[in-house]
């Protein structure tokens, strides 16, 4: 086992980050691919509701994390996850359907 207490901190902490760097690539890499393929084949209604999607699961973690772990502890950061979905999807059906309205008002025209 490697001990962090001892030794260069700097090292440590570079060889500590490199996971997260790879993985935040990856999880951009997709985002990249996500929007590239949504927004070629199906359009830019479908684009707008992805970035839609990022944005609301990403402020929805950040208030799940800020609210629950200070409130329940390391369980409150194990729960912001499911939190930060459950979260974006009120905030992403009733949209869904507002969308959905409109374009159905548009094609009774």
Do not use: C
């Not at 208030?63 to 200070?70: D, E, Q, R, S, Y």
């Amino acid at each position: 086992m490697n001990d962090m207490t001892t030794g260069s901190s700097i090292k440590k902490i570079i060889r500590f980050s490199i996971p997260l760097i790879m993985g935040n690539l990856f999880q951009l890499f997709y985002n990249m691919v996500d929007t590239f393929i949504v927004g070629r084949s199906i359009g830019l209604n479908a684009l707008a509701g992805v970035g839609l999607a990022g944005i609301a699961e990403l402020v929805m973690r950040v208030i799940a994390a800020f609210v629950l772990t200070p409130m329940i502890g390391f369980s409150g950061t194990v729960l912001s996850n499911p939190m930060a979905w459950l979260g974006s999807l009120i905030i992403l059906i009733p949209a869904f359907y507002r969308k959905h309205y409109e374009l159905k008002q548009l094609r009774d025209l």
